[in-house]
């Protein structure tokens, strides 16, 4: 079993950066492909960014290329996703989940067993 905890959310202006943070326990960290999702009221969950458990590869969707960044500590097990130059539009509860192994299709929500509860972002315009 895989525990996972998001922290860092929080009311931000836009143009203005956060770190979320998830903390992973349970069941070898370099094992895992984490991944960060969002849903925002009223839309359907959304992918927003994952990172490969073999070799690091990050891979973003486009809304968020070059403003989010995806990096992992396997040293903390935990997983940080640096957001800079948030818009409105990224305000969401933001949720990190794992899979074992998983190595493509990393945007796809249904490969992940194990999910966190989720952070609250707010950006105000």
């Known amino acids: 079993q895989v525990q996972l905890v998001e922290s860092g959310g929080g009311l931000v202006q836009a143009g203005g950066s956060l770190r979320l943070s998830c903390a992973v326990s349970g069941r070898s960290f370099s094992s895992l492909t984490i991944g960060w999702f969002r849903q925002a009221p009223g839309n359907e969950r959304e992918f927003v960014t994952a990172i490969r458990w073999s070799d690091s590869f990050p891979t973003y969707a486009d809304s968020v290329k070059g403003r989010f960044t995806i990096s992992r500590d396997n040293s903390k097990n935990t997983v940080y996703l640096q957001m800079n130059n948030l818009k409105a539009e990224d305000t969401a509860l933001y949720y990190c989940?794992?899979?074992?192994?998983?190595?493509?299709?990393?945007?796809?929500?249904?490969?992940?067993?194990?999910w966190g509860p989720g952070t609250q972002v707010t950006v105000s315009s």
């Open positions: 989940a794992a899979a074992s192994f998983l190595g493509s299709k990393l945007y796809t929500d249904s490969k992940y067993q194990y």
